[in-house]
Protein backbone atom coordinates (compact mmCIF):
# COMPACT_ATOMS: atom_id res chain seq x y z
CA UNK A 1 0.00 0.00 0.00
CA UNK A 2 1.39 3.52 -0.96
CA UNK A 3 2.29 5.51 2.22
CA UNK A 4 -1.26 7.57 2.50
CA UNK A 5 -2.56 8.72 5.85
CA UNK A 6 -5.50 11.29 6.51
CA UNK A 7 -6.29 13.07 9.83
CA UNK A 8 -8.80 13.39 11.50
CA UNK A 9 -10.80 10.41 9.85
CA UNK A 10 -13.80 11.41 11.63
CA UNK A 11 -15.05 14.85 12.38
CA UNK A 12 -18.44 16.39 13.24
CA UNK A 13 -18.26 20.07 13.31
CA UNK A 14 -20.73 22.76 13.87
CA UNK A 15 -21.90 25.28 10.90
CA UNK A 16 -19.52 28.54 10.66
CA UNK A 17 -16.67 26.63 12.07
CA UNK A 18 -12.75 26.39 10.52
CA UNK A 19 -11.84 22.84 9.99
CA UNK A 20 -8.23 21.90 8.38
CA UNK A 21 -7.82 18.17 7.07
CA UNK A 22 -4.61 16.78 6.68
CA UNK A 23 -2.66 14.27 4.20
CA UNK A 24 0.60 12.96 4.63
CA UNK A 25 2.89 10.79 2.56
CA UNK A 26 6.31 8.99 2.92
CA UNK A 27 6.11 8.18 -1.08
CA UNK A 28 7.66 11.94 -1.96
CA UNK A 29 5.43 11.89 -4.61
CA UNK A 30 5.54 15.11 -6.77
CA UNK A 31 1.38 15.70 -7.00
CA UNK A 32 -1.16 15.80 -4.36
CA UNK A 33 -4.74 16.03 -4.54
CA UNK A 34 -8.29 16.28 -2.69
CA UNK A 35 -11.28 14.95 -3.79
CA UNK A 36 -14.57 14.59 -2.12
CA UNK A 37 -17.19 12.21 -2.78
CA UNK A 38 -21.10 12.19 -2.37
CA UNK A 39 -23.43 9.66 -3.50
CA UNK A 40 -24.11 9.62 -7.05
CA UNK A 41 -21.20 12.24 -8.04
CA UNK A 42 -17.92 9.54 -7.80
CA UNK A 43 -15.15 11.68 -6.59
CA UNK A 44 -14.32 15.25 -7.56
CA UNK A 45 -11.37 17.21 -7.09
CA UNK A 46 -11.23 19.84 -4.88
CA UNK A 47 -7.63 21.16 -5.49
CA UNK A 48 -4.19 19.47 -5.95
CA UNK A 49 -1.00 20.73 -5.88
CA UNK A 50 2.36 19.56 -8.48
CA UNK A 51 4.85 20.76 -6.04
CA UNK A 52 5.84 22.78 -2.90
CA UNK A 53 3.91 25.93 -2.65
CA UNK A 54 2.29 24.81 -6.11
CA UNK A 55 -1.50 24.43 -6.19
CA UNK A 56 -4.49 24.93 -8.72
CA UNK A 57 -8.18 24.53 -8.09
CA UNK A 58 -10.04 21.58 -9.38
CA UNK A 59 -13.67 21.01 -10.29
CA UNK A 60 -15.53 21.81 -6.93
CA UNK A 61 -12.85 24.66 -4.87
CA UNK A 62 -15.24 26.86 -3.97
CA UNK A 63 -15.20 27.08 -0.13
CA UNK A 64 -11.54 25.48 0.15
CA UNK A 65 -8.50 26.39 0.41
CA UNK A 66 -5.16 24.14 0.09
CA UNK A 67 -1.19 25.04 1.30
CA UNK A 68 1.28 22.76 0.62
CA UNK A 69 4.54 23.78 3.00
CA UNK A 70 6.27 20.64 2.97
CA UNK A 71 6.58 17.22 0.00
CA UNK A 72 5.18 15.59 2.23
CA UNK A 73 1.43 17.03 3.59
CA UNK A 74 -1.60 18.47 1.92
CA UNK A 75 -3.63 20.18 4.21
CA UNK A 76 -7.62 20.91 2.90
CA UNK A 77 -9.09 24.25 4.82
CA UNK A 78 -12.43 25.03 4.94
CA UNK A 79 -13.07 28.04 6.40
CA UNK A 80 -15.92 28.52 7.72
CA UNK A 81 -17.66 25.46 7.06
CA UNK A 82 -21.51 24.81 5.77
CA UNK A 83 -23.89 21.75 5.88
CA UNK A 84 -23.64 21.56 2.31
CA UNK A 85 -19.61 20.06 2.90
CA UNK A 86 -20.63 16.94 4.85
CA UNK A 87 -18.74 14.42 2.59
CA UNK A 88 -15.84 12.07 2.31
CA UNK A 89 -12.82 13.88 1.67
CA UNK A 90 -10.07 12.11 0.18
CA UNK A 91 -6.34 12.63 -0.13
CA UNK A 92 -4.24 10.75 -3.59
CA UNK A 93 -0.61 10.98 -4.21
CA UNK A 94 0.83 10.52 -7.96
CA UNK A 95 3.80 10.61 -10.20
CA UNK A 96 2.77 13.04 -13.44
CA UNK A 97 -0.03 11.32 -15.28
CA UNK A 98 0.57 8.20 -13.41
CA UNK A 99 -2.37 6.25 -11.63
CA UNK A 100 -3.49 7.89 -8.29
CA UNK A 101 -3.09 6.38 -4.82
CA UNK A 102 -5.67 6.92 -2.06
CA UNK A 103 -5.58 7.57 1.58
CA UNK A 104 -8.01 5.71 3.34
CA UNK A 105 -10.62 9.10 3.56
CA UNK A 106 -11.81 11.43 6.11
CA UNK A 107 -15.77 11.58 6.84
CA UNK A 108 -16.82 15.17 7.39
CA UNK A 109 -20.37 15.81 9.27
CA UNK A 110 -20.79 19.43 9.39
CA UNK A 111 -24.06 20.18 11.76
CA UNK B 1 -14.73 19.56 -19.38
CA UNK B 2 -14.18 16.08 -19.50
CA UNK B 3 -17.23 13.67 -18.27
CA UNK B 4 -17.07 10.14 -17.54
CA UNK B 5 -20.50 7.87 -17.48
CA UNK B 6 -21.31 4.89 -16.04
CA UNK B 7 -24.79 4.03 -16.92
CA UNK B 8 -24.99 1.02 -15.11
CA UNK B 9 -25.78 2.37 -11.11
CA UNK B 10 -26.20 -1.67 -10.01
CA UNK B 11 -25.07 -4.94 -11.45
CA UNK B 12 -25.33 -8.02 -9.66
CA UNK B 13 -23.43 -11.32 -10.82
CA UNK B 14 -23.29 -15.02 -9.35
CA UNK B 15 -20.63 -16.37 -8.32
CA UNK B 16 -17.71 -17.45 -10.61
CA UNK B 17 -19.70 -16.50 -13.48
CA UNK B 18 -18.62 -13.28 -15.58
CA UNK B 19 -19.98 -9.41 -15.62
CA UNK B 20 -18.99 -6.44 -18.00
CA UNK B 21 -19.19 -2.81 -16.47
CA UNK B 22 -19.77 -0.28 -18.83
CA UNK B 23 -18.26 3.42 -19.42
CA UNK B 24 -18.32 5.31 -21.77
CA UNK B 25 -16.06 9.45 -21.88
CA UNK B 26 -16.07 12.41 -23.44
CA UNK B 27 -13.14 14.13 -24.49
CA UNK B 28 -11.52 15.66 -27.77
CA UNK B 29 -8.22 14.75 -26.71
CA UNK B 30 -6.15 11.72 -28.14
CA UNK B 31 -3.79 11.09 -25.56
CA UNK B 32 -4.84 10.20 -22.11
CA UNK B 33 -5.12 7.42 -19.51
CA UNK B 34 -8.13 5.45 -17.81
CA UNK B 35 -8.59 3.72 -14.57
CA UNK B 36 -11.13 1.42 -13.26
CA UNK B 37 -11.37 1.96 -9.00
CA UNK B 38 -12.68 -0.38 -7.12
CA UNK B 39 -14.29 0.94 -3.79
CA UNK B 40 -14.78 -2.11 -1.08
CA UNK B 41 -17.39 -1.31 2.54
CA UNK B 42 -14.05 -0.12 3.95
CA UNK B 43 -14.01 2.54 1.66
CA UNK B 44 -10.84 2.71 0.27
CA UNK B 45 -10.04 2.71 -3.61
CA UNK B 46 -8.19 0.37 -4.80
CA UNK B 47 -6.60 0.86 -8.47
CA UNK B 48 -7.81 -1.99 -10.45
CA UNK B 49 -6.62 -1.92 -14.33
CA UNK B 50 -4.75 0.91 -16.20
CA UNK B 51 -5.02 2.03 -19.79
CA UNK B 52 -3.19 4.27 -22.19
CA UNK B 53 -5.06 5.70 -24.99
CA UNK B 54 -2.18 5.71 -27.25
CA UNK B 55 -1.79 1.36 -26.62
CA UNK B 56 -4.09 -0.41 -28.43
CA UNK B 57 -3.96 -3.60 -26.48
CA UNK B 58 -6.48 -3.71 -24.05
CA UNK B 59 -5.23 -3.63 -20.31
CA UNK B 60 -5.03 -7.37 -18.59
CA UNK B 61 -4.71 -7.83 -14.73
CA UNK B 62 -5.29 -11.99 -13.70
CA UNK B 63 -9.36 -12.05 -14.25
CA UNK B 64 -10.16 -7.91 -14.64
CA UNK B 65 -9.13 -7.04 -18.41
CA UNK B 66 -10.86 -3.98 -20.61
CA UNK B 67 -12.54 -3.40 -23.71
CA UNK B 68 -10.92 0.16 -24.83
CA UNK B 69 -12.54 1.83 -28.08
CA UNK B 70 -11.48 4.68 -28.46
CA UNK B 71 -13.25 6.08 -31.41
CA UNK B 72 -15.87 5.30 -29.36
CA UNK B 73 -14.74 6.18 -26.13
CA UNK B 74 -15.61 3.43 -24.45
CA UNK B 75 -14.10 1.43 -21.77
CA UNK B 76 -15.39 -1.36 -20.21
CA UNK B 77 -14.28 -3.46 -17.37
CA UNK B 78 -14.91 -7.50 -17.67
CA UNK B 79 -14.79 -9.27 -14.20
CA UNK B 80 -13.95 -13.10 -15.03
CA UNK B 81 -14.60 -15.60 -12.69
CA UNK B 82 -16.64 -13.42 -10.19
CA UNK B 83 -15.46 -14.03 -6.16
CA UNK B 84 -17.51 -12.77 -3.41
CA UNK B 85 -14.33 -10.47 -2.88
CA UNK B 86 -15.14 -8.72 -5.87
CA UNK B 87 -18.48 -6.84 -4.31
CA UNK B 88 -18.09 -3.49 -4.38
CA UNK B 89 -18.42 -0.04 -6.05
CA UNK B 90 -16.60 0.64 -9.22
CA UNK B 91 -15.57 3.63 -10.77
CA UNK B 92 -14.10 4.78 -14.30
CA UNK B 93 -12.20 7.95 -14.10
CA UNK B 94 -10.79 10.14 -17.14
CA UNK B 95 -6.88 11.35 -16.68
CA UNK B 96 -5.49 14.32 -18.65
CA UNK B 97 -2.63 16.23 -17.44
CA UNK B 98 -3.61 15.32 -13.79
CA UNK B 99 -7.12 15.97 -14.10
CA UNK B 100 -9.09 13.33 -12.75
CA UNK B 101 -12.91 12.70 -13.67
CA UNK B 102 -14.85 9.82 -12.36
CA UNK B 103 -17.59 8.81 -13.26
CA UNK B 104 -20.88 7.97 -10.44
CA UNK B 105 -19.89 4.08 -10.32
CA UNK B 106 -21.42 0.83 -10.57
CA UNK B 107 -22.16 -1.23 -7.36
CA UNK B 108 -21.50 -4.68 -7.89
CA UNK B 109 -23.22 -7.71 -6.17
CA UNK B 110 -21.98 -11.41 -6.45
CA UNK B 111 -24.44 -13.55 -5.31
CA UNK B 112 -23.44 -16.92 -4.15
Known amino acids: DAGITQSPRHKVTETGTPVTLRCHQT?????MYWYRQDPGHGLRLIHY???????DKGEVSDGYSVSRSKTEDFLLTLESATSSQTSVYFC??????????FGPGTRLTVT | AQTVTQSQPEMSVQEAETVTLSCTYD???????LFWYKQPPSRQMILVIR??????QNATENRFSVNFQKAAKSFSLKISDSQLGDAAMYFC?????????FGAGTRLTVKP
Open chain 1, 92 to 101: AISEPNYEQY
Open chain 1, 27 to 31: ENHRY
Open chain 1, 49 to 55: SYGVKDT
Open chain 2, 27 to 33: TSESDYY
Open chain 2, 51 to 56: QEAYKQ
Open chain 2, 93 to 101: AYNRDNDMR
